[in-house]
């Protein structure tokens, strides 16, 4: 009998235990979850500056994104980001919901739902692939870890104490990436010698091209911060890694250098190709067989356009001016040819030709016109008597055109690709005219 009812106490005494299984220190689960998910609340608002995330939605496809965020107990947020537009305060709801643990989700749209738009002229249906909930994973000395969701982006995050000049500066972070166009180039200096590197940007993701390889490629996304850049993942180069480039002082338009052992590299401006590169006449072949130079708006704000070749190439006057030049190399038997186009009116896109047949040579490297004669087949519309003054000065430009190669004309193939490469081309006699041109 006494066995029985010992055999009963137990019994009853693992039931009770089994009843009761959430209790700890007195509460359940569910009190627990709550708890939790107000002590991140609180977390979040007890930040006097906020907290900034550098998240890169999709490493080795895209660059990163800085984003800035005040929280409240009353479940709204701010944001600030180095996103495109992104520099005026906006303010939307959060909320902290339980999955497997604290679970931060960004309810109403706000900066952070930018990358996940769709970029239509990229392809990108599903945006750069960002996401607007974070699992919380704890602390990790002052910053906070939170992980993503998607299976195929899963990574880490975090939340890290802000400062009050990250909020003055992150309209500055856009604007010094965008500068980084196709006016810089990467030099790498190690004891083997000095390569240089086309600069290549796409979504904040960064290929560096060797000059004297094209087949030679380095990528890394790049994050702006106050001192340089970030890359992520390290930028594997010269036989080093580097995690960071930083700002050179003084150097304006702005430089930027890292050291790694006996490799540095300088990602550098260059306002005039001619003084950084040897002229690549060379590469041009009669399968290239068209340069094309545009007096359109795209091609009249590139730096590669001088004022002084579109005053006094293109522009006529105020309503009229010349819309290309153009040397065609292959052209059939007639041999190379100069011409110059002018868009007729009445809208559409065909131009009125007038050419000069012209031998060309190239001598060190540069490239070098003459005049032989002009070419016979003359559109209709420099005939008509009322255009005799465009017939006139398009004789006068094409004669200009070929004096400025009197001591060669400088060729440098740039990074930029416009439906094709794109070439800087300067005169050597006039170093005033300089132009971008199209090989086709």
Not at 121 to 131: A, F, M, P, V
Not at 260 to 272: A, M, P
Not at 389 to 401: I, P, Q
Request: with cysteine; charged share 20%; net charge negative.
């Amino acid at each position: 009998m006494k066995k029985i009812l010992f055999l009963f106490a137990l019994v009853t005494l693992s039931a009770c235990q089994k009843n009761e299984p959430d209790l700890l220190l007195g509460k359940n689960a569910s009190q627990r979850i709550a708890e939790a998910n107000e002590q991140l609340k609180n977390t979040l608002s007890q930040a006097p500056n906020g907290w900034k995330m550098s998240y890169f939605p999709k490493k080795n496809s895209y660059g990163g994104f800085t984003f800035l965020m005040k929280f409240t107990t009353q479940g709204r947020v701010t944001m600030v980001s180095d996103y495109p537009n992104a520099a005026t305060p906006q303010e939307s709801s959060y909320q902290i919901q339980e999955s497997q643990g604290p679970l931060l989700v960004f309810t109403t749209k706000n900066y952070i739902h930018n990358l996940l738009e769709p970029i239509a002229e990229e392809r990108l249906y599903s945006g750069l692939e960002g996401e607007f909930q974070f699992a919380y994973m704890g602390r990790e000395g002052d910053k906070l870890k939170f992980r993503t969701q998607r299976k195929n982006t899963q990574q880490f995050v975090y939340l890290e104490p802000a400062t009050a000049s990250e909020w003055g500066n992150i309209q500055n972070l856009n604007t010094s990436l965008n500068a980084i166009d196709h006016t810089y180039y990467l030099k790498v200096t190690s004891s083997e010698g000095t390569e240089d590197y086309f600069v290549k940007p796409r979504l904040r993701l960064f290929s560096f091209v060797s000059m004297q390889n094209e087949e030679k490629v380095s990528k890394a996304g790049l994050i702006p911060t106050a001192d340089g850049f970030a890359f992520e993942p390290a930028l594997q180069i010269g036989g080093k890694n580097f995690s960071k480039i930083t700002a050179v002082p003084g150097t304006s338009p702005q430089n930027y250098t890292a050291t790694n052992g006996d490799v540095t590299i300088e990602l550098k401006h260059f306002s005039d190709p001619t003084l950084e590169f040897e002229s690549q006449g060379n590469r041009i072949t009669n399968g290239e067989n068209v340069f094309i130079l545009f007096g359109g708006e795209d091609f009249k704000n590139s730096p590669y356009m001088s004022p002084d070749f579109f005053r006094d190439f293109f522009r006529i006057d105020d309503q009229r001016k010349f819309l290309t030049y153009e040397l065609l190399f292959n052209t059939d038997g007639d041999g190379p040819l100069l011409r110059i186009g002018y868009l007729l009116p009445g809208g559409g896109t065909n131009q009125a030709y007038f050419a000069y047949k012209i031998n060309y040579e190239i001598r060190d490297k540069k490239i070098y016109l003459s005049f032989i004669e002009e070419y016979p087949d003359v559109d209709e519309f420099y005939l008509d008597p009322a255009n005799e003054d465009l017939l006139e000065l398009a004789r006068e430009r094409l004669t200009n055109f070929i004096a400025l190669s009197s001591q060669g004309l400088y060729l440098w193939k740039t990074p930029t690709v416009i439906l094709g490469p794109v070439s800087y081309i300067k005169s050597i006699a006039q170093p005033n005219y300089y132009f971008p041109a199209l090989s086709m």
